[in-house]
């Protein structure tokens, strides 16, 4: 047989066959290849996750850091989040943010390190730039989050005031009224019904009439018994809350929201112009009172108005919005959360409150007689309320009306622990978090004992840099022994007269925001004392 050269030995067919096997095999590797592509990463993501997580205590992810996870624990409880990581991480943790961000910080609950910062290098750590942008629309340039000189001359002022007889005066008188006029009567109509009232509110109604009186020299009415709806108090309560947010927001987040108008910084924009508005009506009356009157008159805000600022001349308009804005925060809120935690403590502890009500009776019978139990409480009788001290303390402890504060250095330092600080980092105190560590308070540090603040039945005080609940060092609370006074006053003369029941099945979390108020508000029956003999024993 001839074969004929030109013939193909191999037909078109057969190529298309060898062709197809050859891409076939080719992408099966490929695919193969970015099989294990993926699983390499998957792996290198999982050692990644478990290293970080070992070093740091939370993952940090590329880009994001370690924001995920506090988004998280935005949604559940950030508080009790933070006291893990900085007990895992043996009192001080550091939070790295997301790149390009200045969400990165130092959390720290040693009290050394609080020491330190509070104290002895008081100059280095100010409150910053970042932590002026973050409350600057709320707090202005208040004493909250003024330095240096415009701070040193607030705190001045201010402090010359709350030490004056007359400023004291003030406070016990206002107070007495405010308890026995309004707060005693909401609660004996709340009782005489027969239904349970919103405590917090009720608290948050006598502190904001309080701070008012004293501090601003008028009198809202949030208090009388129809409990009138103040849009100032709960568009300040909210503004509060919003301008949390920006502490675990990116700055150029919130800001791009800003100036957009979006989202929480729209709804913070309508807030702070209710606040503002509230305050400019109040400085506008007193300024036309001054006007008119050479009447002396004690409360803060007529004290800086009549005030010189270094250059001679009146203190501006600005200056003195965020003045009242600033003590109303210090006054009204924090004095309220408190006796809001601690009635809730002591209605879960009984036997505190027998002791509580013990102490107020051994001390009343030391009186002559009993006007059908209508008793104002003498200063001097609520100094000697030693346990009722401790249990406010030990709730303070456990629950701190400010349950983190933030400080930044201005130049390099090393910590008393060996954490390295550089220029502009920021270093956050978790005062909530140092209630709860057993190397500071001891094993049962997460229980509720107010025996803990007692030696030989005197109430002793402890160090500012373990229980920090009114600061330390040059920026404790100027109104620490006002606070004290405001919240025993008001919590013997409830005590007193009624048995404080949460409702049964009521749920009880902290609501993220500056000021540690109960999320879900604080439902509550009273039952009259009268009914459970108490006067009679008395007697």
């Keep these: 047989m001839t074969i004929n050269p030109n013939t193909n030995l191999y037909s078109s067919d057969n190529d298309d066959s060898f062709a197809g096997i050859c891409v076939s095999r080719w992408l099966f590797f490929l695919h193969l290849h970015i099989v294990e592509l993926i699983l390499a990463l998957i792996v290198f993501i999982a050692i990644h996750y478990l290293r970080q997580k070992r070093r740091y205590g939370l993952p940090v992810w590329p880009v994001l850091g370690m924001l995920p996870t506090l988004i998280s624990g935005l949604r559940s409880d950030l508080f009790e989040l933070i006291t893990h990581l900085v007990c895992q991480q043996n009192g001080t943790f550091l939070f790295i943010g997301p790149w390009f961000s200045s969400l990165s910080f130092v959390v720290t609950a040693d009290p050394r390190n609080l020491e330190h910062v509070l104290k002895t290098k008081f100059s280095v750590y100010r409150k910053g730039p970042p932590f002026r942008e973050n409350v600057g629309d709320l707090l202005g340039d208040g004493i909250f989050s003024a330095d240096d000189e415009t701070w040193r001359r607030q705190r001045k002022a201010a402090s010359i005031e709350f030490h004056s007889a007359k400023f004291r005066r003030l ?7 405010l308890v026995h006029a309004r707060l005693l009567s909401v609660l004996e109509n709340a009782t005489n019904k027969s239904i349970p009232i919103e405590l917090q509110d009720i608290l948050l ?3 904001f009439d309080n701070v008012c009186i004293i501090a601003l020299g008028i ?13 100032f108090a709960k568009a300040f309560e909210d503004a509060t809350e919003v301008t949390m947010l920006r502490f675990v927001t990116p700055t150029w987040v919130w800001k791009t929201m800003k100036c957009l108008d979006l989202g929480s910084e729209k709804k913070l924009k309508k807030l702070i112009k209710e606040v503002d508005e509230f305050v400019k009506k109040v400085t506008e009356t007193r300024k036309k009172e001054l006007s008119v009157s050479l009447r002396q008159r004690s409360d803060l805000l007529t004290v800086f108005m009549t005030s010189k ?16 804005v600033n003590f109303i925060l210090a006054g009204r809120d924090t004095s309220a959360v408190a006796l809001s935690w601690f009635f809730w403590l002591v209605g879960k502890n009984p036997r505190v409150e027998e002791k509580i009500v ?32 401790a249990a406010l303390s030990e709730a303070l402890r456990l629950y701190p ?9 201005a ?28 190397s500071i308070w001891g094993k049962d540090c997460r229980e509720y004992k107010p025996k803990r603040w007692l030696r030989d039945g005197n109430y002793m005080s402890e160090s500012a840099y373990k229980f920090s609940a009114f600061n330390g060092g040059p920026r404790l609370c100027l109104g620490k022994y006002f606070a004290f006074y405001q919240i025993k006053f008001t919590a013997a003369s409830i005590l007193y007269r009624y048995t404080v029941k949460v409702v049964k099945g009521h749920p009880v979390a902290p609501k993220i925001a500056l000021t540690m108020y109960m999320k879900y508000e604080l439902m509550v029956n009273l039952i009259n004392r009268h009914e459970l003999g108490l006067y009679e024993n008395l007697k």
């Design 171 to 177: 406070t016990t008188e206002s107070l007495e009224e």
């Design 205 to 207: 109604r006598l502190t």
């Design 219 to 231: 009198d809202p009415g949030c208090l009388i018994p129809e409990l009138p709806n103040i849009p």
């Design 309 to 324: 600022d270094e250059e001679g001349k009146p203190f501006s308009d600005k200056f003195l919005r965020d003045i009242c």
């Design 358 to 389: 013990a102490e107020i009776s051994g001390i009343v019978k030391e009186r002559e007689e009993i006007k059908n139990g209508e008793l104002i409480f003498k200063a001097e009788e609520i100094k000697k309320m030693d346990y009722l001290q």
């Design 401 to 409: 009306s400010v349950p983190v504060d933030m400080k930044e250095a």
């Design 411 to 438: 130049e390099d330092d090393v910590l008393p622990d060996g954490t390295v600080i550089k220029t502009g980092t920021k270093v956050v105190y978790a005062i909530y978090t140092m209630g709860r560590i057993e």
